[in-house]
């Protein structure tokens, strides 16, 4: 006896499923809007000269409100159209007219070769198909005197802490793909024709109850969440410092990177 099944979207369609809905959530969310790496990159962009930089995998769009200030033109790019809106509606209310926004995804970038002088990526990569052909993607439009920096959570290089990291993404948002180590990037990287010139570790608190509204996770895989903390190793609960109501704390990298 054969079961049917509804038909199901592609990787890049789940992920702009379940993102689009929540586009307004997180150009609000105080977890993106700010941070010691926007920090760090508008004091990088301030004076530099950039002319145009691609803000790769947009989201809410923090990365192209940080550096339009300070360069000449922004091209804010994104598989969701309605994340895309949502950028450009808070771009014109802040006054921000250097920014455009342009839809599709990372794999295959529509710019030409060498189009951009810095190319940045906040907090997308873990959710792409392809890590590699969008790394290659970057290099491609880069400029050959250009900067490509990828800000992001990173995983733990142990398995044990791996495995637990990438559990709770997943079950928090269902098109989660993977949290890369350092290592891992800087070796992906290297295939696609990026050095790695220095990198910045953090680690960023994510409160559980605005984490979790932030996706509208449904209730049995927040649960979920919550079961996988509560049973726990220490070893496990001591590096995420796993508070009572469920917060948490993770890695996250600034990997700055140049045209090899």
Not at 219 to 246: H, K, N, Q, T
Request: charged share 20%; proline share 6%.
């Amino acid at each position: 006896m054969s079961m049917s099944h509804p038909a199901r979207p592609g990787h890049e369609g789940h992920v702009s499923a379940q993102f689009s809905p929540q586009a307004q959530a997180y150009v609000a969310s105080e977890v993106h809007a700010k941070g010691a790496d926007l920090a760090a990159l508008a004091a990088r962009l301030a004076g530099a000269g950039v002319g145009r930089l691609l803000d790769l995998g947009c989201g809410g769009g923090h990365v192209s409100f940080t550096a339009a200030p300070h360069v000449g033109a922004v091209v804010a790019y994104d598989l969701s159209a309605e994340m895309l809106a949502a950028v450009a509606g808070e771009a014109a209310a802040r006054g921000l007219a250097n920014i455009e926004t342009v839809r599709g995804v990372a794999e295959e970038l529509p710019f030409p070769d060498a189009s951009f002088d810095v190319v940045v990526s906040r907090y997308s990569a873990h959710h792409w198909r392809d890590l590699g052909a969008g790394l290659r993607q970057a290099r491609r439009v880069v400029k050959p005197a250009g900067t490509v920096i990828f800000m992001d959570v990173v995983a733990p290089p142990t398995p044990l802490l791996d495995t637990f990291v990438q559990s709770i993404e997943l079950l928090r948002d269902t098109s989660h793909v993977r949290d890369y180590s350092v290592a891992q990037w800087t070796a992906a990287a290297e295939v696609a024709g990026l050095v790695l010139k220095g990198v910045e570790t953090r680690r960023l608190k994510l409160e559980f109850a605005s984490w979790i509204a932030r996706m509208k996770t449904p209730p049995v895989l927040a649960a979920a969440i919550r079961a996988l903390e509560e049973s726990a190793s220490g070893p496990v609960r001591d590096y995420f410092e796993i508070e009572p109501d469920g917060t948490f704390t993770l890695d996250t990298a600034s990997l700055v990177f140049a045209p090899a």
